[in-house]
């Protein structure tokens, strides 16, 4: 079985307002990343996130057509996961881990990176990176190093892999007292490596203008 969690328990500080709750086509981003799940096959959804937003994006009284279920977050993002994991329900094989402001994933991504996780147990959603690298330094000087752009890539999510995989990646993250940004790093702790699937635009609403270029984009789409 195939479930997702789906991380929307930051505070929006960068974005200046909750970018989980703002529309993009009519929906709250929260939304639309639980709609592409849904569509995606997934037969299970748990959303770690505060209670307020919860009821703010409307998700408290929204209805979906599998089990869509709300638990509270960690201090850190790798609590926030662990808590997530914790709600899924029995008999779940495969988990996606997704960051909620990521709403232009779509289900014929979140396929690929599942048809690759359950190929080698370890998979995400990724992009080479094309911009041009610099160094800098503490004031913000670049630094002539040329930085190597070959064979480097821009993690994105879902994140997907076979639950005891990840479940046991965790373990050893709270027993080594680690600090990890995504799952691939939790699951690199154990020395396993994570296959990496190159799909379409899939930005994560940071900044204020992110949203604009989501709209254009999702517009675009339709």
Sequence with gaps: MFCAVIVAAGSSRRAGFDKLAAPLAGLPVLRRSIDAFVAAGAAAVVVVCPLSRWQETGMADAAFPIPVNRVDGGAERQDSVAAGLAALPPGTRMVAVHDGARPLITPEGIRSCLAAAEECGAATCAH??????????????????????????????????????????????????????DEVSAVESLGVATRLVQGGVNMKITLPGDLELAELIWTHRA
Excluded: N
């Design 128 to 181: 080479p990176v094309v911009d041009t690298l610099k160094r800098a330094d503490a004031q913000g000087l670049s630094l002539p190093e040329k930085v190597s752009r070959d064979c480097l890539w821009g993690m994105e999510t879902p994140q997907i892999f076979r639950l005891e995989l990840l479940r046991r990646a965790y373990a050893h993250v709270r027993e080594q007292a680690l600090v990890v940004t």
